[in-house]
């Protein structure tokens, strides 16, 4: 490749990324509020001492090295939104500039242009840019280690420190760091069997082994019961027999290849499954022709992840597998590359048919970039354009904004009034809450058991005035016997309030319970 196109590409590339920089800049400085996950951690965060970042002074599993960085941030900068999403937004901007780095070494041409479009407006990777959240910081790290990995390989302690350091801000670290290993062995056979490379090896593995013991083993029955780090599933193998069991009956295979396909829609935001499949399995087989080590890394850990999935030792789904993307764009961007190649090799070089197969290879690979990137690029926009959340990109998150809410009790709250806060609401209502110990001091925060919601409130002597911020599906003082009367019913409030919208109703005395304010 001539200096001229060299210099093409890394202009092009350099484009791209400042786009992609873009729009996360831009979603990150929308008005957006701080949903009930943020809350949680910022809560766990502002304990005091270094409390807050392992377990049990956390409420969910988070590396320590990211609650760590979280910590000195809050206690530097304050909890505000802009400080709470910083990290995130840090760690995202430079997976993006490791990625320019890796796929300019790596992956030139048409092919490393695609990956990096697909990296830059990958809508889940621009969602979880700004959300106060360790996925992004997982993608930095899976990025960075794909980058430095190789041009390690000389130096082994310091390969052996940066491994080690890193599974401390990303658990998922450790499928790259392993990837890599054994792609080495694959590639070079018995050479890579050294004493230093296995020392490099074990290193890492005491590391990770360190980081398990202290934040992960704790949750060996994980609050969401979707983290599957403890191994209990694989254990349970291995009781009945783990090289005896007959994996076809337990669907290990079709399990494995339909997490893998959902990993091609999200994380990597490449939602034709089939086309993205054909060139996802064009891209490993290119790699396993080549034996290219950032390629066959890339490989190993999504065969290692979707393994670990089917197994269930570690969900592959949704933003915990957001760590997942740059392997797979990085494969299908191979795949793309291997498609250009292919046309380039028909007829000799100046033929009629060499020039034609050259370019129907580029139109087909430009066609199958926009049709990939079209869909997540318009998502991208439009939450850098308008700040608004893509509902489906929550899963089944169906929290509002309760900002107003609060701002309301704060205008119009009396020292006697006391507030009742709908579970779902909680932690977001303690956050926006921290410097107004006005509203905190009569606060009844009612459990997720509905049930013990509803005695908690029936226990209750109504008289004065109370404040119900709740949820619309979860109308609970709604099924009180007290209420019914007075509301006429569970039916009147629904008509009332529209379901999953957060709702401020005031009851005072023996007056009818007044609906104050409803978001839209």
Request: aromatic share 12%; net charge positive; glycine share 8%.
């Given at each position: ?6 210099s ?14 873009s ?19 910022v809560l ?11 377990p ?26 802009g ?17 320019f ?26 969602i979880?840019?700004?959300e ?9 790290v899976?990025?960075?280690l ?8 000389a ?5 052996a ?22 792609a ?26 360190a ?7 704790p ?13 209990a ?23 494995a290849l ?10 990597a935001?490449l939602?034709h ?20 080590h ?5 490989l ?8 670990a ?6 969900p592959?789904?949704g933003?915990?597998?957001l ?15 291997a498609?250009?190649?292919l ?18 290879g ?16 318009r ?21 509002t904004?309760?900002?107003?809410l ?41 459990p ?29 003082p709604?099924?009180h ?40």
């Amino acid at each position: 490749m001539t200096a001229k196109s060299l210099s093409k590409f890394h202009i092009l590339a350099a484009l791209i990324i400042l786009a992609g920089i873009s729009v996360r800049f831009f979603y990150y400085q929308s008005d957006r509020y701080i949903w009930s996950d943020e809350a949680e951690m910022v809560l766990d965060v502002l304990q005091p001492g270094a409390s807050g970042i392992l377990p049990p002074t956390t409420h969910k599993m988070y590396p320590p090295g990211f609650m760590a960085v979280e910590k000195l941030l809050l206690l530097a900068f304050g909890h505000g939104e802009g400080v709470v999403r910083f990290l995130p937004l840090f760690a995202s901007v430079l997976s993006l500039v490791f990625a320019f780095l890796l796929i300019s070494r790596e992956l030139r041409g048409i092919g490393g242009l695609a990956a990096l479009v697909f990296l830059s407006v990958s809508a889940p990777l621009v969602i979880f840019s700004t959300e106060a959240k360790h996925y992004s910081l997982d993608v930095l790290v899976a990025v960075f280690l794909l980058y430095i990995l190789p041009r390690l390989e000389a130096h082994g302690r310091l390969a052996a420190f940066v491994g080690a350091v890193a599974v401390w801000f990303s658990w998922t670290g450790i499928f790259t760091l392993l990837a890599f290993w054994v792609a080495g062995a694959v590639r070079e056979g018995r050479r890579h069997l050294t004493l230093r490379r296995f020392t490099v090896l074990g290193v890492w593995l005491a590391s990770f082994a360190a980081c398990y013991k202290l934040s992960i083993a704790p949750w060996s029955n994980p609050p969401a019961g979707d983290i599957y780090w403890s191994g209990a599933q694989l254990k349970a193998y291995f009781a009945a027999g783990f090289f005896k069991a007959r994996w076809y009956e337990l669907g290990f295979l079709p399990e494995a290849l339909a997490k893998l396909q959902g990993l091609l829609v999200f994380p990597a935001g490449l939602n034709h499954t089939a086309v993205a499949s054909v060139f996802f399995g064009c891209g490993c087989i290119y790699t396993l022709m080549k034996k290219n080590h950032t390629g066959l890394t890339a490989l190993l850990c999504i065969l290692g992840i979707t393994a670990a999935a089917a197994l269930n030792i570690y969900p592959m789904a949704g933003r915990v597998a957001l760590f997942a993307a740059p392997a797979l764009i990085f494969l299908v961007g191979q795949g793309i590359a291997a498609l250009v190649s292919l046309t380039s090799g028909f007829g000799s070089a100046h033929s009629r048919v060499a020039r034609f197969a050259s370019t129907a290879g580029v139109a087909l690979s430009l066609a199958v970039v926009v049709l990939f990137s079209w869909q997540s690029a318009r998502k991208s926009i439009s939450l850098a354009k308008q700040g608004l959340m893509a509902h489906s990109a929550r899963g089944d998150f169906t929290g509002t904004d309760i900002r107003p809410l609060v701002r309301y009790l704060d205008r119009n709250v009396r020292p006697d009034d006391k507030i009742w806060i709908d579970h779902g609401d909680n932690d977001t209502y303690r956050y926006y809450t921290l410097a107004k110990p006005e509203l905190t001091a009569n606060v009844v925060y009612l459990p997720r058991s509905e049930d013990d919601a509803l005695k908690i409130i029936a226990a209750q002597e109504f008289h004065g005035r109370h404040w119900f911020l709740l949820s619309g599906r979860d109308a609970y003082p709604a099924r009180h016997p007290g209420y019914t009367a007075t509301i006429n019913g569970k039916a009147q409030l629904r008509r009332k309030v529209q379901p999953n919208k957060s709702v401020l109703l005031l009851y005072e005395g023996g007056e009818k319970v007044k609906y104050v304010k409803a978001l839209p």
